[in-house]
């Protein structure tokens, strides 16, 4: 039996995400939300953020060489132009049902996972290429904002009217997207904003935070440290911070790291770095159980103990990270023993998705997440966990 983490493993868990993931497909156009029986929810309608995320992890298998999946990729680049994209206003709805589109806000949040999925597919594919310059120019006229370094968040569908909310995660994702973007174009300029972005979020976490990293704003980028006070567990915007973010923040900062290489600046890892080691004291076994809480108030105190997925696949893939980085022995450790109590909780070894949930004592739940949506995280895992010195040679081919 292979053991969890080990390159075996990790090419089996990747082999059993990729059949899972085909199974979202949608004849009518999009990739839909899975359940726990591999069957398509039908109460859910075609979600921006899962339609895109699909697109990328068949994309980033085409770049390592795992054929197969061409007809998803057609199939995904097909629902951008298509079901999911305004013709009228540009952009991409975020929500849409057989009759046509039920949410047409159009956000930071999904733009990045455009973004990332078309840059992703671009390296092989001049539809996405075309899909990906569109986004771009929607991402500059719109969301990006110069005065404060920052990426907006909610514009209404005829980018009339901009809504006050700023958010921190839309910004980490649309970081992902850039560093992605410029290793496609090779044009500097995305790299700046996504180092723009980070030096803003980390300096406030050093400075004021205790390296905690705040999620929700004002339009004047102002804290709102009570935002969803009532609604702690909400799965986008959780009240506190969300643990999860810390280790992706911080591997973002290596990927950024190694794309800027000698005009990165000395900050960046070593902020990165506390960043990450504060989010191991306060997020993992912090309440008596293995497994990372996920959410903290801002005195670092558990808020949300149920354990989410993705909390602990961007703990293992930043934990791989920093390991390659700094061949510290700690943190290949820590890359195991999460690996360990990843593979006993949360992998399915009948079907070869993840639960996305488990409460305090680590018994599957669904209190935040219903069904199995998503498999970007946990393949972004697998993917980062295999890759050496570049740790991202999966964007783009090898």
Known sequence: ??????????????????????????????????????????????????NSRMLYVFSAAKNIKIEGFDSEIEHG???????????????????????????????????????????????????????????????????????????KEIWNQDFSKLDPYRGVNANMHMVEALISVYHFTEDLKWLKMALRITENVFQRAVKEYNLLIPEHFDENWNVIEDYNLTNQADPFRPYGVCVGHLYEWSRLAIHLTRALGAAAPKWLLEDAKAIFDNAVKIGWAVDGSEGFVYTVDFAGKAVVTDRMHWVVTEAIAAAWSWHQVTKDPKYLELYSNWWRYADQYFVDKTNGSWRHECDQQNKPSSHVWQGRPDVYHALNACLISKSKADLISFVRPI
């Open 1 to 50: 039996m292979s053991t969890p983490g080990e390159p075996e493993y990790l090419d089996i868990q990747i082999s059993r995400l990729l059949e899972f993931a085909k199974k979202s497909k949608v004849n009518e156009g999009g990739f839909g939300w899975l359940d726990e029986n591999e069957i398509i929810d039908q109460s859910k309608n075609i979600q921006s953020w899962i």
């Open 77 to 151: 680049l097909t629902s951008l132009e298509t079901v999911m994209f305004d013709q009228e206003n540009g952009g991409w709805f975020r929500e849409v049902s057989k009759s046509g589109p039920v949410d047409t806000n159009k956000t930071c949040y999904e733009l990045a996972f455009v973004l990332l999925a078309s840059s992703t597919a671009a390296t092989n594919n001049k539809r996405a290429a075309q899909i990906l310059n569109q986004a771009l120019v929607v991402f500059e006229k719109y969301f990006w904002d110069e005065k404060y370094g920052m990426a």
